[in-house]
Nanobody, 115 residues
Framework: QVQLVESGGGLVQPGGSLRLSCAASRSIASFNAVGWYRQAPGKERELVISITGSGTRNYIDSVKGRFTISRDYARDTVYLQMNSLKPEDTAVYYC?????????WGQGTQVTVSS
């Protein structure tokens, strides 16, 4: 069993920045992969950016150059740094971890980009 807790969401103006955190209940070094997903109202949940244990990153084109995923092994925390935010980035953001053939989700944190 793995627990994931996201934080850091909020309201930000277009062009602004936010850093989301995903605190894990176990060593993030044990995860096969970890990533961030998002879901806007009426839309399907989509992968935003992920990273495997070997360091391979995957991300959607719309966030390339703006979003960065990073890991803090000392704190067992995964971060999503979001820069140059756009209104279309508005969504609930979820942390996901692949561990021991299972997938675990956090509760989500709301990100709203609006003037």
């Amino acid at each position: 069993q793995v627990q994931l807790v996201e934080s850091g969401g909020g309201l930000v103006q277009p062009g602004g920045s936010l850093r989301l955190s995903c605190a894990a209940s176990r060593s993030i070094a044990s995860f096969n992969a970890v990533g961030w997903y998002r879901q806007a109202p009426g839309k399907e949940r989509e992968l935003v950016i992920s990273i495997t244990g070997s360091g391979t990153r995957n991300y959607i084109d719309s966030v390339k150059g703006r979003f960065t995923i990073s890991r803090d092994y000392a704190r067992d925390t995964v971060y999503l740094q979001m820069n140059s935010l756009k209104p279309e980035d508005t969504a609930v953001y979820y942390c996901n971890a692949h561990y021991n053939s299972n997938y675990y989700w956090g509760q989500g944190t709301q990100v709203t980009v609006s003037s």
